[in-house]
T-cell receptor, first 116, second 111 residues
Framework: NAGVMQNPRHLVRRRGQEARLRCSPMKGHSHVYWYRQLPEEGLKFMVYLQKENIIDESGMPKERFSAEFPKEGPSILRIQQVVRGDSAAYFC??????????????FGPGTRLLVL | GQQVMQIPQYQHVQEGEDFTTYCNSSTTLSNIQWYKQRPGGHPVFLIQLVKSGEVKKQKRLTFQFGEAKKNSSLHITATQTTDVGTYFCAGRNTGGFKTIFGAGTRLFVKA
């Protein structure tokens, strides 16, 4: 049973380019969360999605960031016109149950984004 | 908004010494979870506490959830070098969607 998969594991972008981060949840999981982690810091919630729905995006910056979880395929976190401050590790987590049902989150290995 | 504070930020111990990290929430939590992240790795779920005053043990690790469901602690007895990493608590408000992570306590163990 494969765990949560994220790709790419490492991504280098120049300022102004776009970054696309992908997350495939564990089999049978339909709830996905995205977190950002700056070096030596904790995990900051960004967005919670179910298939075809954004449930809570209160942690997402208002501009340049977007997320989706289509009916088919992985969840995508998209960062447009990246800036150096976007450099961080982005983790995806999935769970089988609704967030309100006290469900454990299983984390992927993360994507380390470096903006030059 | 809800805040989850975790102390200490760093802890250096000699192998064999005990270690404790504390977590405090500004609001009452429906549950609290603990994760461990090794250097360069990703968070790995350790345990979830749900009931007021709950205490759970995993070998040398003891987890507690406060009576008011606003604080929690993780205690490691007789640390080993394999315990090195950052320990995060994560709490969710009653009826909320978001899981709010503490900043983590980074544990260093000297052999």
């Amino acid at each position: 049973n494969a765990g949560v998969m994220q790709n790419p594991r490492h991504l280098v972008r120049r300022r102004g380019q776009e970054a696309r981060l992908r997350c495939s949840p564990m089999k049978g999981h339909s709830h996905v969360y995205w977190y950002r982690q700056l070096p030596e810091e904790g995990l900051k919630f960004m967005v919670y999605l179910q298939k075809e729905n954004i449930i809570d995006e209160s942690g997402m910056p208002k501009e340049r960031f977007s997320a989706e979880f289509p009916k088919e395929g992985p969840s995508i976190l998209r960062i447009q016109q990246v800036v150096r401050g976007d450099s961080a590790a982005y983790f995806c987590a999935s769970s089988p149950l609704k967030a309100r049902d006290d469900s454990t989150q299983y984390f992927g290995p993360g994507t380390r984004l470096l903006v030059l | 908004g809800q805040q989850v504070m975790q102390i200490p930020q760093y802890q250096h111990v000699q192998e064999g010494e005990d270690f404790t990290t504390y977590c405090n929430s500004s609001t009452t939590l429906s549950n609290i979870q603990w994760y461990k992240q090794r250097p360069g790795g990703h968070p790995v779920f350790l345990i979830q506490l749900v009931k007021s005053g709950e205490v759970k043990k995993q070998k040398r690790l003891t987890f507690q959830f406060g009576e008011a469901k606003k604080n929690s602690s993780l205690h490691i007895t007789a640390t080993q070098t394999t315990d090195v990493g950052t320990y995060f608590c994560a709490g969710r408000n009653t009826g909320g969607f978001k899981t709010i992570f503490g900043a983590g306590t980074r544990l260093f163990v000297k052999a």
